[in-house]
């Protein structure tokens, strides 16, 4: 298995576009998760889902931030409009749950708005 | 919701010496401890977990210790190398609340002088 794959790796965009971000989790596994992290505030869960339902969107900052998991296979994280502070690191991992609590990272994107 | 507070933010250690990161956290109900470590540039990884029936969890030169009373946990690396320097994050799980929101602490930069 190739683990959590995500892309892009690096985004550049000018504030006020759309930006998607996009996750391949791990085959098998139940949760996806995507995190947010920066210097200031470390790693923040920003939504996590369940077979593919959202379960808890609470950590989404704002109306801009949306996410859809359509297949176990495949989640996207989009902003719109984006903002400069909106740049960060954003991560997806999943995890298996049933008694496997490892959360499983990919590489992560890294996105500037400029 | 859980709150991790991490100490200290960074250290530094000289090779050979140890290393402790230090954890509290708010939530009683919380029973799974992992910790990651981040490389520069990369994604956080697992290196080391703990769940609350058990007071001490070692795997060659890295312990973790769980002091459930008094709602803290801790990192213990012996024999630095300069491998070891990276980001480490603890973080806290309430598995039991039939959800899956690992709350991190803010990180610990650790630098292992040759």
């Known amino acids: 298995d190739a683990g959590v794959i995500q892309s892009p790796r690096h985004e550049v965009t000018e504030m006020g576009q759309e930006v998607t971000l996009r996750c391949k989790p791990i085959?098998?596994?139940?949760?996806l998760f995507w995190y947010r992290q920066t210097m200031m505030r470390g790693l923040e869960l920003l939504i996590y889902?369940?077979?593919?339902?959202?379960?808890?969107d609470s950590g989404m900052p704002e109306d801009r931030f949306s996410a859809k998991m359509p297949n176990a296979s495949f989640s996207t994280l989009k902003i719109q409009p984006s903002e400069p502070r909106d740049s960060a690191v954003y991560f997806c991992?999943?995890?298996?749950?049933?008694?496997?609590?490892?959360?499983?990272f990919g590489q992560g994107t890294r996105l500037t708005v400029v | 919701g859980e709150n991790v507070e991490q100490h200290p933010s960074t250290l530094s250690v000289q090779e050979g010496d140890s290393a402790v990161i230090k954890c509290t956290y708010s939530?009683?109900?919380?029973?799974?401890f992992p910790w990651y470590k981040q490389e520069l540039g990369k994604r956080p990884q697992l290196i080391i977990d703990?769940?609350?029936?058990?007071g001490e969890k070692k795997d060659q030169r890295i312990a973790v210790t769980l002091n459930k009373t008094a709602k803290h946990f801790s990192l213990h690396i012996t024999e630095t190398q300069p491998e070891d320097s990276a980001v480490y994050f603890c973080?806290?799980?309430?598995?039991?609340?039939?959800?899956?929101?690992?709350?991190f602490g803010k990180g610990t930069k650790l630098s292992v002088i040759p």
């Open positions: 085959s098998g596994h139940d949760y």
């Open positions: 939530d009683s109900a919380s029973n799974y």
């Open positions: 703990i769940r609350s029936n058990v």
């Open positions: 991992a999943s995890s298996p749950w049933r008694g496997a609590l490892e959360a499983f």
């Open positions: 889902f369940n077979n593919n339902v959202p379960i808890d």
């Open positions: 973080a806290a799980l309430d598995s039991g609340a039939g959800s899956y929101q690992l709350t």
